[in-house]
């Protein structure tokens, strides 16, 4: 079921969101010269191997906040791809509840949305600091028509199992009638 489905999605991005250190994201300033720390290396490195061990996820990233808006602090894309959002890219596209997100620490599904990427559903999961404020929120991205297909999949086995036990009980009411008929 959809509920089943989305809750699924929600508690991943929870787990995904809660390997990254408050303390590390902390030291990113979303700018161009997170590039050569060590830093922003191993949170790539994690964004990465997220992606890799889940196959339906698209994009991972890390997004901060500030007066301006919404900014990538950085993604799971190589840098050679045409997606790549490098540190300091501005997200000019997140919602009204991303927005919220950085104020109430409240992790929550959106979608499915459209934006310059694509049409996705996403799990957003906000990263606390020690201090009670949200230093980042960890995102992944899940393709809307892989999410719908799932959820067409597993509404699917169900059905079918209904369907192959109704035509069993036909075939046994026919020999029955039959049986009787002779």
């Known amino acids: 079921s959809k509920q089943r489905q989305t809750a699924s999605l929600q508690a991943r991005v929870n787990s995904m969101g809660a390997f990254f250190s408050p303390e590390q994201l902390a030291t990113l ?3 161009e010269s997170d590039l050569a720390s060590s830093e922003y290396q191993a949170v790539k490195s994690q964004m990465v191997k997220l992606v890799e061990l889940n196959s339906d996820v698209r994009f991972a990233y890390l997004l901060g906040k500030d007066d301006q808006g919404v900014y990538f602090l950085g993604d799971s894309e190589n840098p050679s791809s045409r997606d790549y ?3 300091g890219d501005r997200y000019p596209e997140a919602s009204s509840e991303l927005l919220e997100s ?3 620490s409240m992790s929550f599904i959106e979608g499915p949305t459209t934006d310059s990427f694509g049409t996705w559903i996403s799990g957003l999961y906000p ?5 009670g404020k949200v230093v980042a929120v960890f995102g992944a991205d899940v393709d809307f028509n892989s999410y719908r297909n799932e959820l067409y999949l597993s509404a699917m086995t169900p059905l079918t199992i209904v369907v192959v ?3 069993i009980l036909t075939i046994y009411y026919r020999m029955r009638i039959r049986e009787q008929a002779s």
Do not use: T
């Open 165 to 167: 036990m109704l035509l």
């Open 127 to 131: 990263i606390m600091g020690h201090n």
């Open 102 to 104: 950085f104020n109430n």
């Open 29 to 31: 300033k979303g700018s």
């Open 85 to 87: 959002s490098a540190p």
